[in-house]
């Protein structure tokens, strides 16, 4: 018997604002709001091994972990994301002496390079100037202010509003135009737009992407978001060019920077997931930096190699992977990218694919122009609670929702929350490394399907 399978609630505008700050260096996010809409971020996020500890402000240079002890009033013994707890009366009277209490505590006990603070949704409506409160209380210090005031909007685009929020705000060095801060004759420098930490293993992409980028002569000047430190982000006008990895997050992040600074910037086809993409988007960005993919490109030929020779071996004993079906319920980006490398290079065959969030046109007409040529836009029309998948590629919460209903199949995480899994080896879904990585995952899940 099957039990009754919900459809788990996507992450909304107010996580992708929080997960943005939360991916930079030395920085605190102060959530403005009712417990409720801090526990989910805060238990999320305590599966990100970046800057797990808190410190308590230095003295003499000693940095001295803070206590669990000290973690009582306002991080409710967690260690991200603290909350000012409003309530009934905080709605009325309003919300500003709770935040001056926060950030006294914080600026008092925890150690920090910059402080965001992030207004939920119910909080912006109460009408309170926060941003005044916040200079008064942290003279000279770097701090954000972020609204969000839209109850419906998805991820992907409050993480592209705090982006921008956050460039408008912090304070960049004198020379802002991007032609003064830039040296005749050094190694060239991007800055790499729409990696989140929400990614499931985000820290082997950055990893990843750097090293392949150094492969072709070319240094990252930041990943905005995606475990910066505030120095790279002041540092962002003196990039070449912006490589947006996910438009949906990082479109108008470029936009604003080619106004603003005059950098050109690059936008990826798909997510660098597969050999095919990563091949396309390094070999695109060493040309308009006049720089040599050929390293790149030799490393994904042996790879390609390794790969095949492994694939093959299954494929003669079982017929695998092809023709095996997968499913997968993320952002339309993901689905897109996922679903080009398991289709187009393992021969799978998609079964439901569900896109979370709010699909733009661009990536939807992508999506569909894949599916139409691989004959299978039937895959977008069926419910994820009737997949009949081998494969399920998601978040903890959709497979957890799909197994406690008594389907069978394999799952495999590709963002947060996750299934409780500690990684202690870097792992990656991007890249080279993460080509092969994704392969052996598909590989041995269907393997335990046998």
């Given at each position: ?9 996507s ?5 992708g604002m929080i997960?943005?700050?939360?991916g ?7 959530l ?5 809409c ?8 305590q ?10 402000p230095?003295?003499?240079g000693?940095r001295v972990?803070v206590?669990?002890?000290h973690l009582d ?14 309530d009934?009366?905080d ?8 935040v ?12 920090f390079e ?9 909080a912006?409506?109460?009408?309170d ?9 942290l ?8 609204e ?9 685009r409050?993480y ?7 460039l408008?705000?912090?304070?960049f060095?004198d020379s802002?135009?991007a032609?003064d801060?830039?040296?005749?004759g050094?190694?060239?420098?991007v800055?790499?737009?729409g990696l989140?930490?929400w990614?499931?293993?985000f820290?082997?992409d ?11 002569g ?21 990039a ?9 997050r ?5 936009g604003y920077?080619?106004?603003r600074?005059?950098?050109p ?5 798909t ?10 988007m ?39 992977p092809?023709g ?9 980006r993901?689905v897109l ?5 398991l289709m ?5 065959i998609p079964?439901v694919l569900?896109?979370?969030?709010q699909?733009q046109p661009?990536?939807?007409r ?6 139409e040529?691989?004959h ?15 494969l ?6 959709w497979?957890?929702s ?24 870097k792992?990656s879904?991007?890249g080279?490394?993460?080509?092969l990585?994704l392969?052996?995952?598909v590989?041995n ?6």
């Amino acid at each position: 018997m099957t039990g009754h399978c919900s459809t788990p609630v996507s992450p909304d505008g107010i996580t992708g604002m929080i997960f943005v700050m939360e991916g930079i260096r030395g920085c605190v996010t102060l959530l403005n709001g009712p417990m409720g809409c801090r526990f989910y971020h805060s238990t999320t996020s305590q599966f990100l091994s970046i800057h797990p500890m808190l410190y308590l402000p230095s003295k003499g240079g000693v940095r001295v972990p803070v206590d669990y002890n000290h973690l009582d009033n306002w991080f409710f013994r967690q260690q991200r994301v603290p909350c000012t707890y409003l309530d009934g009366d905080d709605y009325v009277f309003g919300s500003i002496e709770k935040v001056r209490d926060g950030l006294n505590y914080l600026r008092d006990n925890i150690h920090f390079e910059m402080l965001a603070v992030v207004n939920s949704p119910g909080a912006s409506l109460i009408g309170d100037r926060l941003a005044d409160v916040i200079k008064e209380t942290l003279p000279g210090r770097d701090t954000v202010m972020l609204e969000s005031p839209g109850f419906s909007e998805g991820f992907d685009r409050g993480y592209e509003q705090a982006c921008l929020q956050l460039l408008r705000q912090i304070c960049f060095s004198d020379s802002e135009k991007a032609a003064d801060a830039r040296e005749k004759g050094k190694v060239p420098s991007v800055n790499v737009l729409g990696l989140s930490i929400w990614n499931r293993y985000f820290e082997g992409d950055r990893e990843e992407l750097a090293g392949l980028f150094e492969d072709c002569g070319i240094s990252v000047n930041c990943f905005l978001g995606a475990d910066c430190s505030c120095d790279e982000i002041r540092r962002i006008p003196q990039a070449e060019l912006n490589v947006v990895l996910d438009p949906d997050r990082g479109l108008e992040t470029a936009g604003y920077l080619e106004e603003r600074f005059g950098t050109p910037y690059y936008v990826c086809d798909t997510l660098p997931i597969g050999f095919d993409a990563v091949e396309k988007m390094f070999s695109d960005i060493s040309r308009i930096l006049g720089t040599d993919p050929v390293r790149v490109l030799e490393k994904s030929r042996k790879a390609r190699a390794l790969a095949w020779y492994k694939i093959n071996g299954i494929y003669q004993s079982c017929g695998l992977p092809q023709g095996a079906l997968f499913s997968i319920a993320a952002e339309c980006r993901a689905v897109l990218s996922y679903s080009a490398f398991l289709m187009e290079y393992l021969g799978m065959i998609p079964d439901v694919l569900t896109v979370t969030g709010q699909m733009q046109p661009s990536g939807q007409r992508k999506l569909r122009e894949l599916l139409e040529k691989n004959h299978a836009l039937q895959a977008l029309e069926r419910p994820m609670t009737k997949t009949r998948a081998e494969l399920v590629f998601s978040d903890a919460n959709w497979i957890g929702s799909l197994m406690s209903s008594g389907r069978s199949f394999c799952g495999i995480e590709i963002s947060l929350p996750g299934m409780g899994y500690t990684d202690l080896v870097k792992k990656s879904h991007m890249g080279i490394t993460g080509a092969l990585f994704l392969t052996e995952q598909v590989l041995n899940g269907l393997m335990t399907r046998l």
